[in-house]
């Protein structure tokens, strides 16, 4: 049974910084790409970054050179360091996983920041 936990949210006042993390259990981590969603009230889900399994990254242009994903193979866990934040960035983010064709989500946490 696969499963992702999210951890590392809270509530930081604009320019802090916040590290998330994703851990991930029932499969072999060290193959998958992991992705960070995230979604803010009101508003539809929308993807923020991604890791392949060898390291590499993308980021949403709303994220890029603020975030920072990156991944522990040894402790199935992903990282997503965020910097600089904004209030346009509270949301409650989520990580998933594409395991055999099957969308794994974890179940969010959540993201507040204050002006």
């Known amino acids: 049974q696969v499963q992702l936990v999210e951890s590392g949210g809270g509530s930081v006042q604009a320019g802090g910084s916040l590290r998330l993390s994703c851990v991930a259990s029932?499969?072999?981590?060290?193959?998958?790409?992991m992705n960070w969603f995230r979604q803010a009230p009101g508003k539809q889900r929308e993807w923020v970054a991604s890791?392949?399994?060898?390291?590499?990254?993308n980021y949403a242009a709303s994220v890029k050179d603020r975030f920072t994903l990156s991944r522990d193979n040894a402790k199935n866990t992903v990282y997503l360091q965020m910097s600089s934040l904004k209030p346009e960035d509270t949301a409650v983010y989520y990580c998933?996983?594409?395991?055999?064709?099957?969308?794994?989500w974890g179940q969010g946490t959540q993201v507040t920041i204050s002006s």
């Open positions: 998933r996983a594409i395991i055999d064709q099957r969308v794994y």
């Open positions: 029932g499969t072999p981590f060290v193959n998958n790409a």
């Open positions: 890791i392949s399994s060898g390291g590499s990254t």
